[in-house]
């Protein structure tokens, strides 16, 4: 399967993973500054902190840099024996999770949470948050099993720590515990899923292993193997029936964990799911099986289903935020992963209509890029709300809009555009999912959507309305710090802003679409994608070699 000879990563294939790299540097500098600057260290947590964002906005620029080179422009590229795929796909999922990283850091300090970390621990907390950004990069790239099982592990190990970091908390560690349990139990099954893919089809590239289930068709062994696979990537999108850790996890972690595993790892593993089911959909030979491929679809769009009602159901008991919000996510996951299990059954068909394919990946990345704000916003108002009024609690809210007028109407124009509010960014992002499920003929994932939307009513907008401006309250007003009021106009006014012109963001998802249909068409067609040791073969976005040979080094 591999050629086991020692292979020196050229200078390309290096420079094709310089944001990982940059983490992984980030992370050693991080753990070994205290070494050198001790009393600097040892005074506060500032250095450190300063060390993660400096780390995590290299990053950014480096995939920004790569999207703008011209060899990647139309193209895609496997590094590694196959292992890794970078293209404008995975560069830019890549960079709206390192922009993501980089807001959390804003929030982390913004919100005073930066104080509740010791000096002595701050090393190991950015450690760990570097190492978990590293792992969801690798899985936007993965395409290879081993590949996707070794990212998920790199980002879940990490978050496992971040999650019980809280020392002073009787919740952390046990958010920690539960979040290892859950997180071991599912990757033994996934691994056991990979195992039986390898052990029927000899095979764990992603690409060889569609067109070989294409030849095959269903067996015992397959469906394990996708059950498996399920699984693991259902466990870090908090999907049915792996969701169970999710809603004590987030209770239990702080405001700025929570908030970045409720979207940057959902938005990883999202990326995963819409390759698999694109590569899928692809493989040569697989319109003679078009049963395999409508009970694939079925199967993951179920799964998508049980997990938006299950969230939203679970949703409107919570009283605690942060538990809302952990369920809320888990319905938001189910959304997206309707939408990724037509992807597949849309390749197969793009010969129909070829623009079904990309519009449902244009409306999957266009719906995760508005979540990123709208999530990012709730929890961080949620965590100044806990500040400026003592509670978590929406039944203790009572009258909040009296006591900070501007966090009540901001929380709620966030919340809204979760439920779906018109004319807000959370609208148009389910509008355009709702749209191309439609055309898709999936008429009752559509169903399941608006359904689902309608009870999200009443704990998006309805209860927390009721408490803050219904019941009266004799509290004193209050003003948000200047520094924090310009972060919350910030994210208040991007989130108006993808109200206002959704068409930008709309292109952007649009072109990412492209480029994720391009690569299992042209491998459908028997044109292999790969770069191992000093050869490479690139393919354009129309399918032809545009070139074959020795790499030259930028």
């Known amino acids: ?42 005074r506060n947590n500032k250095a450190i902190t300063a060390v993660g964002m400096v780390t995590v906005l290299a990053a950014l620029f480096a995939a920004l840099t790569d999207l703008g080179s011209p060899s990647l422009a139309g193209s895609g590229h496997a590094f590694f024996h196959g292992t890794l795929v970078i293209d404008p796909f995975s560069q830019s999922v890549k960079a709206l999770i390192l922009l993501f990283t980089f807001l959390v850091f804003l929030q982390f300090i913004f919100t005073g949470s930066r104080r509740e970390i010791a000096a002595t621990d701050a090393p190991d ?35 496992f720590g971040l999650a019980a970091f809280r020392k002073n908390s009787k919740l952390g560690p046990e958010a920690g515990l539960k979040y290892v349990l859950f997180g071991s139990v599912a990757s033994a099954i996934m691994l ?36 498996g696979l399920m699984i693991g990537v259902g466990f870090k999108l908090s999907a049915f029936p792996v969701h169970f850790w999710c809603p004590d996890v987030f209770e239990g972690a702080s405001m700025e964990i929570t908030t970045f595993l409720s979207v940057a790892s959902k938005g990883a593993a999202v990326a995963l799911l819409l390759r698999i089911m694109f590569t899928l959909g692809a493989a040569p030979g697989m319109e003679s099986q078009p049963g395999l491929l409508n009970g694939i679809t079925l199967f993951v769009g179920l799964t998508g289903g049980a997990t938006a009602t299950w969230g939203n159901l679970a949703a409107l008991r919570q009283d605690n935020i942060k538990r809302m919000l952990a369920y809320s996510s888990i319905g938001h996951a189910g959304y997206m992963i309707m ?24 409306a999957i990345l266009f719906y995760l890029f508005i979540y990123l704000f709208m999530n990012l916003g709730a929890f961080t108002i949620a965590g100044l709300i806990e500040r400026a009024g003592g509670t978590l609690f929406v039944s203790n809210w009572t009258g909040f809009w009296r006591r900070n007028a501007l966090l009540s109407l901001l929380l709620l124009v966030c919340l809204g555009s979760l439920f779906g509010f018109p004319p807000l960014g959370g609208f148009w992002g389910k509008v355009f999912i709702a749209l191309e499920m439609w055309r898709d003929g999936a008429w009752w994932l559509v169903a399941i959507l608006l359904t689902n939307t309608v009870i999200s009513s009443y704990y998006y907008l309805l209860r927390p309305a009721y408490y803050m ?3 009266q309250d004799k509290g004193q007003p209050r003003v948000v710090a200047g520094s924090r009021g310009v972060i919350l106009a910030g994210i208040s006014a991007l989130v108006l802003l993808l109200a206002a012109v959704p068409t ?15 690569l299992p068409a042209q491998q459908a067609a028997g044109n292999n994608v790969d770069v191992t040791g000093d050869k490479t073969d690139t393919l354009a976005a129309g399918g032809d070699p545009v070139h074959s040979g020795s790499v030259s080094e930028p």
């Open 504 to 518: 930008p963001i709309s292109r952007w998802a649009d072109g990412r679409a492209v480029m994720l249909l391009s």
């Open 125 to 159: 907390y950015i450690t760990l948050f570097l190492g978990a950004t590293l792992g969801m990069c690798l899985m936007v790239s993965a395409s290879n099993l081993l590949m996707m099982f070794v990212a998920l592990e790199a980002a879940s190990f990490p978050s």
């Open 339 to 362: 939408g990724c299990a037509l992807v597949g059954r849309a390749t197969y068909h793009v010969g129909d209509d070829p623009a079904l394919a990309t519009a449902l990946a244009s």
């Open 469 to 471: 401006f219904m019941v």
């Open 192 to 227: 056991y899923g990979l195992s039986m893919f390898y052990g029927q089809y000899g095979t764990l590239d992603l690409h060889e292993l569609a067109a070989a289930i294409a030849q095959s068709g269903p067996t015992w062994g397959l469906a394990l193997g996708i059950f």
């Open 1 to 42: 399967m591999f050629d086991l000879q020692p292979v020196i990563p050229s200078f390309t294939q290096l420079s094709a993973i310089a944001p990982e790299i940059i983490l992984t540097l980030g992370m050693c500098v991080a753990l070994l500054l205290p070494l050198f600057a001790r009393d600097l260290c040892r």
